[in-house]
């Protein structure tokens, strides 16, 4: 039976019902796992919250702890659980080619890479048909600069500050947020550029971005024209003109940034910049790995609601529901580059991967997880929309479909960052309400909503109502 157990805050919210009964927790006791914790596993891997949690079982939103406790997981394991926890649909279809074959690697044809790749890039618009398996999004993004670079013939590439595009020695280059940089040599022919933030950066208003919400900034764009954009444009011309050699080999950008709380850029920034770098010879990069396979609803991949095509798309976490794989998806042309010389992928497009991606395709359209994003995400941005307005220290609400980033503030008018002790506290509150929320930004002030693609207007309305209690206990607490 789900043990019910009094959390340190109390809420009127009440979590919406689920009828799946976790399994009983067999294993290790809670300060056993601590200890091995301590002693066995990398330093380097973090966890959350003070006493982290120990996670025994997931149903589609749903999480179960140790004890039984369930908590609504708008964080989907950092945006990979993107059709629900063991989906049945996807667990099913691994568990059948668990039984008839795990790995050959691809120097021998199997069913299921050539099936996978066929239904990928039939969702891609020509002429993005051609796609290269890996297990992970570094490890795609560091093909991208691979094959960029093989291409062109040329070494530079641009990234936007604020980007996360892996840890990798490779893409750390690339990665441009401070906490993630280790301090050894990296990123020998990277160069960033200003981030065009219309809520943190110098320009940007109340039209600029392609969300249902805006900023509270004044504007003095009128129609059709947009001068946030324009200045940005200016300072991307200024990193071309000044820091990089007059060829590139490209340009990579998240269409909305994932790491840094789902910034957006304002509309056409995208489009003018991929014009500017392809006059430089560069190619394109998009890097999906957040804003994938309909997370934005309005449409499939991130870059169409830019109105872009790039010449590169870098794909992974969404794309296996959390089985570790990622992709590379390129032209015909751009890919027989890399097929001058070897370049193998031992565990890239194992048979497992490509089975389970291929039902991760289905769940999306069987479930109408795209629509759903779109649906829910709108509602509930809407909703915490309503909380900005209410708290002065929820500085801005903004995201498109379920990638959702609200930012945290001393005070709407300095923008200053809300100091980590507090912010710490509402987040622990949430979890202790039951709900799983995740952290971002430069100064980790922004909570990052990114559920799994399933969750409902109810689980939406039990999340917001959380957040609002949390809210109120902090000014409760300040008070």
């Given amino acids: 039976r789900q043990q019910k157990w009094k959390s340190s805050v109390s809420t009127q919210a009440k979590m919406p019902p689920c009828d799946f009964v976790p399994e009983k927790y067999e294993s290790y006791p809670y300060e056993r796992m601590q200890k091995i914790r301590e002693q066995n596993i990398s330093p380097a891997l973090r966890t959350y919250y003070k006493k982290p949690l120990l996670l025994h079982q997931g149903h589609m939103q749903w999480l179960f702890d140790h004890e039984g406790r369930r908590y609504l997981d708008l964080f989907a394991g950092i945006v990979t659980v993107s059709v629900g926890h063991c989906h049945p649909k996807v667990t099913m279809a691994t568990q059948k080619q668990l039984a008839r074959l795990w790995h050959t690697t691809n120097i021998y044809m199997y069913p299921a890479i050539h099936e996978y790749a066929e239904k990928l890039t039939s969702l891609f618009p020509d002429p993005l048909k051609v796609v290269y398996l890996t297990n992970s999004g570094s490890e795609a993004n560091d093909l991208a600069m691979f094959m960029a670079r093989l291409h062109t013939r040329n070494f530079d590439i641009i990234s936007l500050r604020g980007g996360y595009h892996g840890g990798s020695p490779y893409t750390l280059g690339l990665t441009s947020l401070t906490p993630y940089k280790h301090g050894v040599a ?5 160069t960033t550029t200003m981030l065009p933030d219309v809520f943190r950066g110098p320009w940007g208003g109340s039209h600029c971005r392609d969300s249902p919400v805006q900023t509270v900034r004044k504007c003095s764009c009128t129609t059709g024209a947009c001068l946030a954009k324009d200045q940005y444009i200016e300072q991307f011309k200024d990193t071309l003109n000044t820091s990089v050699p007059k060829t590139v080999a490209g340009f990579i950008a998240e269409p909305i940034q994932g790491v840094n709380g789902a910034v957006q850029y304002p509309r056409n920034f995208l489009k003018e910049a991929y014009q500017l770098t392809r006059e430089r010879g560069g190619l394109c990069i998009s890097d999906e790995v957040q804003t994938g396979f309909g997370r934005t609803g309005s449409h499939f991949w991130g870059f169409q609601t830019h109105g872009v095509v790039p010449d590169i798309v870098t794909l992974a976490k969404g794309i296996g529901n959390g089985f570790p794989m ?21 565990f890239g497009g194992n048979p497992l991967a490509c089975v389970a991606g291929a039902a991760v395709l289905d769940a999306i359209e069987e479930d109408g997880l795209q629509k759903n994003s779109e649906d829910v995400g709108t509602y509930m941005l809407l909703e915490l929309a309503k ?36 912010i710490n506290q509402i987040w622990e509150d949430c979890k202790d309400m039951g709900v799983l929320i995740g952290r971002g930004g430069l100064y980790s002030q922004t909570f990052r909503i990114k559920p799994p693609m399933c969750i409902t207007k109810r689980d939406a309305d039990f999340a917001v109502e959380v957040f609002h209690t949390a809210l109120q206990k902090h000014v409760e607490r300040a008070a």
């Fill in 326 to 346: 990622a992709a590379v998806v390129t032209t015909k042309e751009i890919a027989s580059s890399l097929a001058q010389n070897l370049h193998v992928n031992t």
């Fill in 186 to 190: 990296n990123g020998f022919g990277c």
């Fill in 387 to 422: 909380l900005r307005d209410k708290f002065e220290i929820v500085g801005d609400v903004r995201g498109k479909g379920l990638m959702i980033g609200v930012e945290m503030v001393t005070d709407k008018d300095s923008r200053h960052p809300l100091p980590a002790e507090e």
